[in-house]
């Protein structure tokens, strides 16, 4: 796709900054500052996951435990419903390149909604632990569903195998909680500041500042929500799969 | 700056088809179905050594993860038509990765072994 | 000495400042807090961290007060914690980490180049901001409290024990990472994306690779320090984390996490100073450096093997001995490219035309400090000797004299050495060098005494020694007045030089590069037309055709 407004000597297109010597240096020079931003949230990340891994080796049982409290069916949508935005969003960066203004506000804003809905579905899983006193720190956790399992019906009959823990490594399942929290919280919080900038891009794209040429700012963020989709992807296998047979 | 114009962004001038992110949608979504249909299954270890076992669900699990992100890395992120830079940026944020994880727990790990 | 100087100054009787240069270029308050130009940028941050400089040193000052005296006589040893904690975060985050970086190299990096500007000019304000927001924080922290945990955080004590202000702090220290990242990720960009025609890699002066490394460790180090901090705020504000063993966490996966970065960290703050050595040393023995490319890759190596030895920092906290073991051999590995690099340094100097401008001093100091300093991290990473040297005032001499006697030195010498460039004008030689005695001879009567305390066996961190240490640690506080006086001296003269110094010109040393073929203070754009690059680096017999046209075509 040759830049129809290609640019001359002095003259060049309004969007490109008075420090770059041409569009492409520009684009080029802000697509890699992204992939050095996204490099600096997988060493953010990192930590954490290596916190979990290290724990879960520790306190092998109750963090299996802990992860049978998790809503397989919840996860699962959720991986689905981000797996789709991501498809969308790659939509929505093609429909930039190809300059469809009504499909590129299309696929922003169904990625908006998957953005919603994921966050919603965050939600009632959040909300779920907060009534069965799960959530760490706060709110009384309680251990009593890992002292009898028998007391937790639900989840009793997806894990009829699951023993009852001795009162410290039940204690343990706290951690798991707390590792759950941080690092869904964290994802969340990447997911919300997503949807706040697909906003932005909303508004800015009927302005038609994404279909005249520079998809740059599309592109990168496209970069940045396919990136969170990963994260989850790994944080799904992590916390809600590799526990389901002790 | 003629060398700028040379080396211009592979990304911004191919352009993935639509159809190809439609294979990629079923693909990432098959692996879902995969991974949740396999963790429902107990697929038994591999005894490596004495006190070395290796359990095959998280290992599934991660892998199938793993196919998932390059597939997206690739595809969705461009990545495959994209510079050696761009290649090598997420190698080396990969490799870091594995160093914090990899010599973190090898620590933990070697702990066990006792002194000498 | 001799009166050899290399200094060419232009005709002082009708040499003037360029009236348009980037100071002049727009007036007022908010064209400089919402400036792009990275040169205003760099000019905030040198404020800033001069500033908190200060800050630093006075709490330093209290440090040797204290310590005047085997008792807790100034204050109580709760209080002693406070002033060395925040000495330590103040001088390592806000001064040491962005000093080179966001001074020197903000001002320098886009014209050594060859490019307007730095790749993300609005990034870059942003960072500056960061930077302020994270020290206005500390200046909160401090004035509330502060924070008695020592720099590194330690848990659990500083997840549990304490009730100062430890979440404030670690707050400030997050903000200022940030910082950090993004100054860094600029540099990566620029220099990858903005080099000017025929500005291969190897034809970039040596400061912009070491910069480069720099710029890697900030990139992929400091985010772990975020999360690690992040952490620990969350586990003491919850009561509930992976840090305490009270709820059944680890305080070695605390400092696992913390090390990761905080041992990148020290190269952080020692790659920029080896970046300004470079520059020094080629132009004031008119010499191109020995081994350019030893001293680039080995500039990349620190870089790498970095990451691989942060263990170093944790002997004696209860790692497995087989990890100690391979953190003991990776920590000597590394040990080997800034090895090479005071070799290259030094064999540049070998049959050059030396003379002993202010810069060239510093960079002797470096030279000789930095290598004590390397040398004794040697014995630190040797597991054996470790194990005695640990947590005793020989840790302290150590960094030390790699931070103070090696990147301090460091910092001046490249302020002393772009300081015509950046104002248009020369600070006085005379006091200046007579500064850097000072400062070299303070510090060694400083901190040189603490090698052997250490190996005495006084403890770091403690405010209350025993009375047969006092007569060396009288020695240090007699020194550390001394280094005192050195350091006050150039915010005197410099800031006398501002109206009174010598008219430089575009290039008073004589160097190669391009930041020296502009007008002293450069244009806001740097260059009117992007140059073209068709020498080598330090290619100073370039610079004598240039200059035999330049009278040529004058006279």
């Known amino acids: 796709m040759e830049e129809a407004d290609h640019p001359h000597h002095e003259e060049h297109p309004s969007y490109q900054r008075h420090h770059f010597e041409s569009v492409d240096q520009q684009f080029d020079a802000t697509n890699f500052a992204m992939w050095l931003f996204l490099v600096t949230e997988v060493m953010f990340f990192g930590g954490l996951f290596a916190s979990y891994l290290i724990m879960r080796n520790w306190y092998y049982r109750p963090f299996v435990e802990g992860s049978h409290q998790l809503s397989i069916f919840w996860g699962t949508a959720n991986t689905a419903v981000l797996i789709v935005s991501s498809f969308t969003m790659a939509m929505a960066v093609w429909s930039a390149e190809v300059r469809r203004k009504g499909t590129l506000l299309l696929c922003l804003s169904l990625t908006l909604l998957l953005g919603f809905v994921f966050l919603g579905i965050k939600g009632i899983e959040w909300h779920e632990k907060w009534e069965k006193h799960h959530v760490p720190g706060i709110h009384q956790y309680s251990i009593a569903a890992f002292l009898d399992p028998a007391s937790d019906p639900e989840v009793h009959k997806q894990y009829p195998d699951d023993q009852p823990l001795p009162y410290d490594l039940a204690q343990k399942t706290e951690q798991y909680f707390f590792l759950y929290f941080a690092m869904t919280g964290m994802h969340a919080l990447h997911m919300a500041i997503g949807c706040g900038i697909l906003i932005f891009m909303i508004v800015r794209a009927k302005a038609g500042a994404y279909t005249a040429g520079h998809v740059t700012f599309v592109e990168n963020f496209g970069l940045y929500w396919h990136f969170v989709d990963i994260i989850w992807i790994y944080l799904f296998a992590l916390l809600y799969l590799i526990s389901r047979h002790g | ?116 | 000495m001799s009166a050899a100087t290399i200094v060419s100054l232009p005709d002082q009787a009708t040499a003037r400042i360029p009236k348009m240069n980037f100071i002049t270029k727009e007036n007022g308050l908010l064209s400089w807090l919402l400036t792009s130009d990275h040169k205003r940028i760099a000019t905030l941050y040198l404020i800033s961290i001069t500033f908190f400089f200060f800050i630093g040193g006075a709490l330093a000052g209290l440090i040797r007060l204290e310590l005047l005296t085997p008792q807790t006589s100034l204050m109580a040893a709760d209080t002693y914690n406070k002033v060395f904690s925040m000495h330590g975060l103040i001088m390592v985050f806000f001064f040491l980490v962005p000093s080179v970086p966001a001074t020197i190299g903000n001002f320098v990096i886009p014209m050594m180049v060859g490019a307007k500007d730095l790749a993300l000019p609005k990034i870059n304000l942003l960072s500056w901001y960061l930077y302020v927001l994270g020290g206005l924080m500390m200046l909160y922290t401090m004035s509330t409290g502060g924070v008695d945990t020592g720099w590194t955080f330690t848990t659990p004590l500083s997840t549990h024990y304490l009730n100062t202000n430890v979440v404030s702090a670690a707050l400030c220290v997050f903000v200022a990472g940030f910082s950090s990242i993004l100054t860094g990720l600029n540099f990566i960009v620029t220099i990858h994306k903005m080099r000017c025609p025929g500005m291969t890699w190897f034809r970039l002066p040596l400061f912009v690779w070491s910069m480069y490394a720099a710029s890697i460790l900030m990139v992929l180090g400091t985010p772990v320090l975020a999360i690690t901090l992040t952490l620990v705020g969350l586990e003491r504000i919850f009561h509930i984390g992976v840090f305490d063993p009270a709820f059944g966490g680890d305080p070695l996966l605390f400092q696992h996490l913390f090390w990761f970065y905080s041992h990148p960290a020290v190269y952080i703050m020692i790659l920029p100073g080896m970046a300004v050595i470079s520059e020094v040393v080629s132009t004031f023995s008119r010499k191109r450096v020995f081994g350019y490319t030893a001293v680039a890759f080995s500039s990349v190596a620190i870089a790498v093997f970095a990451f691989f030895v942060w263990a170093h920092h944790m002997f004696i906290m209860g790692i497995s001995n087989y990890s100690a073991l391979i953190f003991s051999l990776l920590t000597m590995l590394v040990a080997v490219p800034s090895a090479i690099k005071i070799f290259n340094w030094a064999f540049t100097l070998y049959k050059g035309s030396i003379t002993f401008e202010t810069p060239l001093l510093y960079a002797f100091g470096f030279m000789g400090l930095f290598t004590i300093g390397g040398m004794t991290g040697v014995f630190l990473g040797s597991t054996g000797t470790d194990i005695h040297l640990t947590e005793t005032y020989f840790i302290v001499a150590h960094f030390h004299f790699v931070m103070v006697g090696g990147m301090l030195m460091a910092f001046l010498a490249g302020i002393h050495f772009w300081w015509p460039k950046w104002t248009g004008r020369m600070y006085p030689e005379k006091i200046s060098q007579f500064a850097a005695v000072v400062t070299f001879i303070g510090f060694n009567f400083t901190f040189f005494p603490q090698f052997i305390l250490g190996t005495l066996g006084m403890p770091r961190r403690y405010a209350a020694y025993p009375p047969e240490f006092q007569a060396l640690n009288v020695f240090s506080t007699a020194g550390a007045t001394i280094l005192g006086v050195g350091y006050l001296l150039p915010i005197l003269y410099l800031t006398w030089s501002l109206k009174y110094g010598a008219i430089a010109g575009n290039n008073p040393w004589q160097a190669t590069g391009l930041e020296w073929q502009t007008q002293s203070p450069p244009l806001t754009e740097n260059f009117t037309e992007i140059p073209i690059m068709d020498h080598e680096a330090y290619d100073y017999e370039w610079l004598e055709r240039q200059q035999e046209k330049e009278v040529a075509s004058v006279g």
């Open chain 2, 1 to 116: 700056m003629s060398e700028q114009h040379a080396r211009t962004a592979e990304n911004e001038h191919h352009i993935v088809s639509p159809k190809t992110y439609l294979a990629i949608l079923f693909a990432l979504l098959l692996g879902t179905a995969l991974t949740v249909l396999a963790s429902y299954f107990d697929l038994g270890e591999w005894h490596i050594a004495s006190g070395l076992t290796l359990f095959w669900n998280p290992v599934v699990a991660l892998a199938i993860a793993t196919c998932k992100a390059t597939l997206v890395v690739l595809f969705f992120m461009h990545v495959k038509y994209s510079s050696r830079l761009t290649k090598l940026t997420v190698a080396s944020g990969i490799f870091l990765f594995l160093v914090l994880i990899g010599m973190t727990l090898a620590d933990y790990t070697s702990r066990a072994w006792g002194r000498w």
